[in-house]
Each structure stands twice: as C-alpha cells, then as structure tokens.
C-alpha cells in the first residue's frame, strides 16, 4: 500500500525472561560499566565487538562516550570553601556530617621556638602613653579630661593582642605568661578599640571627633546574667537651641558586641553586634533600625542606659553547636555539668615598641552571616535558604541560643527586651581567620576570648562615661548585687538588689566587674595548665633551653638596668611588630 511506503518497520520484541525495569537490549554477560566502582575496581571486562547498521554508527559513537565529570564553578567552590567545604544547600542537618572534634594534636596549643626574654621583660606590663587631647563639660557641669591613648598596639588585621611578661616559674612556656596594666579594672580596652578615639586615664569616658568608632571592654560574658550601664555625657541635648542651633553635642550608641564586629562602624552594624541608638531610642541590628522606645522617647545628655544579657550555660551552647541539641530535652538548660571548656590558646610573644604582647589569630566574619546581613545579588545556597535562624540551623554560624536576651533600661526603668535568641558564638560557630602550613585546620578552635562584650560606638564628639559596678547609678528594680548600694545620682536612697524571685530558676543579675575577676582566674589557671603540657610533652622534665634557673632570673632582674641585653643562650630577637599610626 501507497500508505505504508517509508514508514519506519516496528522492531520485534526481544525473546527472553520477562524484567521488572525495562531494557533497550539484553545485557551481556560480560558486561562491566564504563567507569570502575566498588562492586567492579578494575574494569577489566573482555571487549565486546558491537555490530551496528552503517546508519546509525555515527549516533552509537556519541552515546557510547563516556561522561565527562561535571565540575562546580569558581564561585561555587568558594562559596563551599568559605562554608567549611559542606554542602550548604541542605535544609536539615545531616547527621553524618556532625561536628567532629578535631585530632589529638590539633588539642594542644601550639609550641614555637623562641629567642630567650630580654631582661625588662620580667618588669612588670606598662599601660599606653595618654597625652592630654581636649576636655569638655559634662551633664552636671564637671569637667572631663579626655587623652590619646599612644605607644600601645591595635587590634586589627585579623590579630589579637594580649599584655604578656617573662616569669622564670614558667620554663617550659620559655617563660612568658599573660598579664594585665593599669587600671586593673573592667573597662573600656585601649587595644581594642579603633584609632581617634579618646580616653579618660582609667578608661572609663570615650568620645571621638571622628565618625562612629566603636570600643569594646576588656571583658567578655559567655554564660549567666550581666548588667552594666552607661550615662551619656555629650549627646542630644535636653534644651535643643539652648547653644545657638546647636540640637546635638554628638551622638552615641551602645551595646553588645562580639569579636568579630568590625570597630571602624557602630554598634549594631552587622550580624555581631546588637546596640540602642540615641535618636529616637531605635534598636539596631545587621544595621537595620527599628522602633523601640515609645514615641517621644529619645536617649539625651545625662540619661543612664542598662544593659542586661542573658546567655545559656556553656554546656547547652556546646550541644547547640555541635548539632546536639534536643529542644525536648535540653530546653530548661537545668542539667548539671563538671564539662570544663576546652580552650586552647595558639599565641606569641612579640615586641611592640617598649611592650611585649601574645600576639593570637583573631575570629573573623563567617560567609552565611556575611550573606544573612547584606544578601549578594546572585545568592549563594546559605543566604538563599528559607530557614531562618534557629538552634538546629544546618549552618552553625546561624544557630540561636534559647533563653537568651538583651534587655534594655533607662534611668532605672525596665524598656523592654529588645532581642532575644542571639546568635551563638562558641566555635564552630565563630572561626579564626583561615591559617596555612602546619596551623592549617584550627580555625574552630575556642581560644577563651569569644562572648558578648560590652560595647559603645561614639559620633562627632558624643561622649559616655561606662559603669561595671558594683555600685550603679541606676540598678534595675528588684534584682542585682547581693548587697545594698548608693545610688550616685540624685538619689542618696539605699537601693536594695537582692532577687526579688519573680521569676523562678532564674540566676541572680551581677555586675560586669565581677566578670572581669572571674576572668582574671581563668588565664592564670590556662597558664597553669599550659605549662604543665608543655612539662609532660618534654618527658615530665624542665628543659633549661636558655640556661637560666630562678635563681639566675632573680639574679638579673635585681640587676637593673641594660635592658637591650639577652639573656643567656640567646642568638636571636622575637618578632618587632610595626603598625601604622
């Protein structure tokens, strides 16, 4: 038939056993498959021959090339690298893929080989230069001497400096310790903090004339609740034209910073820092300002701002990192634990002018919270998650703690809880800036300094005077200090700050200064216990490596003087660090 002319003849079914999947031929016998794999390593099937029509050699030839393996682009792999080189598209956490606690060596700290201390670096850590800047009046008319705070080292650069000194009771440290200068207090760090910002001698008042420049405190929280607060000096005026056209001396905001937030912009810029603005009493986060006070409420000269944090037990914060933790189980946070954190401090001395510093690897932003605070245009997998934060994130940068706050006073009345479920900050969620050579892996390591510090960013002349306790201004109503204080403006009433006990379970609120004492005790006894791992890995002896005993150490320090020269042994100088004014 004229119809059937050129169609396409039907192929016949293929005899044989009926199967389940279907199959375009019948496999051989000795058939293997193109690429190895675990059932077939070698691949060294016998080679078939094939025969095909002439027509359709050409089409054969194409399917039968082997696969070419697809590779991921350059912003791919670097998007994967700077998420720790795990799949960020998953929406659950794999729990294959758990938190693997790192190897045996990765858990001692690291050991350098070290030229010997010099002589003045058994004297006792000297503080900055201050050199008078300006001095300005204050809310009450007293006047307040600011200062430039000179001849110390800045935390920048992705390090972080810490005063050290030469102690001949630590041999196997080559005998350098952490230490603290003057004032030995809480207070606001002149190491941390960004350059043209002015202190007070004991640290205490900062202003700028600068645009926002933020300080941290010299100490960190990182569980319990903790109170300190502040009164703006130079800031909004009360009187707005009582000096010409003048509304504002400056302005200010404060609050709660981790180590990561940047200190060249104000509290509340990014997704490390949560902090109070003085215009219109907004909270500020990932820098996105929102209402807060009530309307008509703005924080002016001479106001007090408390600031009350709430974090988690460390225990609790671990299993969240770890991706262990079981809200059924774990949410009244009320499980007793002798589980110590394991801190581990890679540092060095080094030499700054005519100071000595550990010098560590600071933490640095992670690439998901980079992505959550200022979303690129072509999203990565980790930004384009819906899954909001939480504690079971598949990401640990972006997993929360439950029961934490931030609560906010002024001048002694309760504002408000202006956040809550902070973002955890024990590694793996913060990292230190990625390391090379034999340190390479470490970057997950808690070196003691992660938490919430206390935090204040200063504008164009706003100035604040902090307050750690024990004695507070303004100390929130009904709970604080177990004992009585003077209130110390305006008020010469007792305020009683004994717990009130309105809410059940709830640990006592201290002041930040005992913070600063408990952390004082924790780098002796790091000390301590890095000097005894150092004895055990020399065998449980002490190796004299620069030939000094106590004895020699006393010897020369009673000395005095000659400061430049080495001691015993010594052939060559620690590092001189140079920075920039």
């Not at 791919?76 to 929406?91: C, V």
């Not at 310790?177 to 207090?185: D, L, N, S, V």
């Not at 299993?319 to 890679?346: C, F, M, Q, W």
Request: a negative charge.
């Amino acid at each position: 038939m004229a119809s059937d002319v050129g169609s396409p003849r039907r192929e016949q079914t293929p005899s044989g056993a009926a199967t389940t999947v279907p199959q375009k031929r019948a496999i051989e016998d000795d058939h293997s498959p193109a690429v190895p794999s675990p059932l077939n390593p070698d691949n060294k099937a016998a080679p078939r021959v094939q025969i095909q029509a002439p027509e359709d050699t050409q089409q054969a030839a194409v399917l039968n090339r082997e696969k070419r393996t697809k590779k991921d682009s350059f912003k791919k792999r670097e998007a994967k690298a700077a998420a720790g080189g795990s799949d960020s598209s998953r929406a659950t956490p794999d729990p294959k893929q758990q938190h693997k606690e790192p190897s045996i060596s990765a858990l001692l700290p690291a050991r350098y080989k070290l030229a010997p201390p010099k002589l003045t670096d058994f004297e006792p850590a000297r503080g900055p230069v201050f050199t008078s800047h300006h001095e300005v009046q204050g809310p009450e008319g007293e006047t307040i001497e600011f200062f430039d705070a000179t001849e110390h080292v800045f935390n920048k650069r992705a390090f972080h400096y810490t005063h050290c000194i030469a102690d001949p009771t630590f041999p196997s440290m080559f005998y350098y310790r952490q230490t603290e200068t003057e004032p030995y207090a809480a207070h606001m760090a002149f190491e941390d903090s960004a350059s043209h910002v002015y202190f007070d001698r004991q640290g205490r008042h900062v202003t700028t004339d600068k645009g926002f420049r933020l300080s941290r405190a010299n100490v960190a929280v990182r569980e319990g609740r903790w109170y300190w607060e502040c009164k703006v000096t130079r800031g909004t005026l009360r009187e707005p034209g009582s000096e010409g056209d003048t509304k504002a001396h400056g302005h200010v905001r404060v609050g709660w910073a981790r180590r990561e937030a940047s200190l060249d912009a104000p509290v509340g810029f990014d997704c490390y820092s949560y902090g109070i603005r003085d215009v219109a009493g907004q909270k500020v986060h990932m820098s996105r300002p929102k209402d807060f006070f009530p309307p008509g409420e703005e924080i002016k000269e001479g106001d007090v701002i408390g600031l009350e944090i709430q974090l988690p037990s460390e225990h609790l914060h671990r299993k969240i990192v770890t991706g262990h933790y079981n809200p059924a189980v774990d949410l009244a946070d009320d499980e007793p634990s002798l589980e110590a954190p394991n801190i581990i401090r890679d540092r060095i001395p080094i030499r700054f002018k005519q100071h000595i510093y550990f010098e560590k690897i600071d933490y640095h932003t992670t690439k998901e919270l980079e992505d959550l605070f200022s979303p690129a245009p072509v999203a990565s997998a980790s930004s384009n998650s819906p899954e909001p934060p939480n504690p079971n994130h598949p990401l640990p940068s972006l997993r929360t703690l439950p029961n934490s706050y931030i609560k906010i006073y002024k001048n002694g009345k309760d504002m408000g809880t202006p956040w809550t479920d902070l973002f955890a900050f024990l590694p793996p969620a913060s990292k230190q800036s990625t390391q090379s050579g034999a340190h390479a892996g470490r970057e997950a390591l808690d070196d003691g300094t992660v938490g919430y510090y206390p935090a204040v960013s200063v504008f164009r002349g706003g100035a604040v005077e902090v307050n750690f306790g024990p004695d507070f201004w303004f100390p929130p109503p009904g709970s604080g200090l177990p004992q009585k204080q003077q209130n110390g403006v305006g008020d010469e009433d007792d305020v009683d700050m004994l717990d009130d006990g309105s809410v059940p379970n709830q640990e006592p609120l201290r002041p930040v200064s005992g913070r600063y004492e408990e952390q004082i005790v924790e780098d002796i006894v790091y000390d301590i216990i890095d000097e005894v791992g150092f004895w055990a890995q020399d065998g449980g002896k002490v190796i004299d490596r620069f030939n000094l005993t106590a004895k020699d150490a006393e010897k020369l320090l009673a000395t005095g003087g000659g400061g430049a020269q080495l001691l015993p042994g010594g052939r060559e100088e620690i590092k001189e660090l140079v920075q920039d004014d």
